[in-house]
């Protein structure tokens, strides 16, 4: 039997565990379709560097959906996005860079669902690899992103 507060304890470790990851600005939103009530449907850009590696940027757009739920805040954004990440400076990598570690985290429902990066290191390659997932905490959703960032000399 399931007890009612482990769903709130799992959706509580969630939350702490990204509170490392970065915040990001919004760049902009495009009208997908337009609601008589409510908000429009969207797609938003966002932008965030790399908390810990400085020189990296990343974009990722997103559904926004909109109506009536939408603007109150209790719609469930559907799992579409995209990511881009590039070098837009000098990379210094910290001495210790994890192996691989949230960089950012926005919740795309009121409760259990979230866009996520994840910064892989790739050593062999000297490569950044961001990977954009879309987490359930009930049910695992399969969509995903991926960006690389050959770590090499600025000019």
């Not at 760049?27 to 850009?45: D, E, F, Q, S, Y």
């Not at 590696?53 to 719609?75: F, M």
């Amino acid at each position: 039997m399931k007890h009612p507060w482990a769903v709130w304890i799992v959706a509580l470790s969630g939350f702490c565990a990204s509170g490392t990851a970065a915040l990001a600005d919004t760049v902009g939103c495009v009208t997908t379709a337009w609601k008589l009530i409510g908000a429009n449907h969207r797609i938003c850009v966002e932008a965030f560097p790399d908390p810990k590696v400085p020189g990296v940027t990343c974009h990722v757009s997103q559904a926004r959906t909109g109506g009536v739920k939408g603007s109150l805040g209790l719609a469930e954004d559907p799992s579409q996005f995209s990511l881009a990440c590039r070098q837009t400076g000098p990379i210094t990598l910290p001495p210790k860079l994890p192996k691989d570690e949230v960089v950012f985290s926005e919740d795309t429902s009121l409760l259990f669902k979230e866009t996520r990066v994840v910064r892989l290191w790739d050593a062999q390659h000297r490569t950044l690899v961001y990977l954009g997932i879309s987490r359930r905490l009930i049910e695992g959703a399969p969509a995903n992103s991926i960006s690389t960032v050959p770590v090499m000399a600025w000019r």
